[in-house]
Nanobody
Framework: QVQLVESGGGSVQAGGSLRLSCAAS????????WGWYRQAPGKQRELVAS???????IYADSVKGRFTISGDNAKKMLYLNMTSLKPEDTAVYYC?????????????WGQGTQVIVSS
């Protein structure tokens, strides 16, 4: 199967920066799309940014111009560079991927990493 392990979360003051990393392991034949979601307390999980195997990138309006998603498919690593952080960016950030394996396509989630932005 596939495992996604996030790292890089932490506490930062407003205006600061953090870089999240996601390491994928397992028998991945192809990365269809993967990206970052976040869930703040009392709110639904939402897409932050995603990058398709074709290289197409989507950002949530709330993070455009501040966050940058990048990936190294050969190393099975996904990154989210977050700058100009705001208190409303506080959430648990999850790595998600839709991967083609030998047994078919599956949707996988990491365990999440906490980001806290203080004002």
């Amino acid at each position: 199967q596939v495992q996604l392990v996030e790292s890089g979360g932490g506490s930062v003051q407003a205006g600061g920066s953090l870089r999240l990393s996601c390491a994928a392991s397992g028998s991945i034949v192809n990365i269809n799309v993967w990206g970052w979601y976040r869930q703040a307390p009392g709110k639904q999980r939402e897409l932050v940014a995603s990058i398709a195997g074709s290289g197409s990138i989507i950002y949530a309006d709330s993070v455009k111009g501040r966050f940058t998603i990048s990936g190294d498919n050969a190393k099975k690593m996904l990154y989210l560079n977050m700058t100009s952080l705001k208190p409303e960016d506080t959430a648990v950030y999850y790595c998600n991927g839709v991967f083609l394996l030998n047994i078919g396509t599956g949707n996988y989630w990491g365990q999440g990493t906490q980001v806290i932005v203080s004002s």
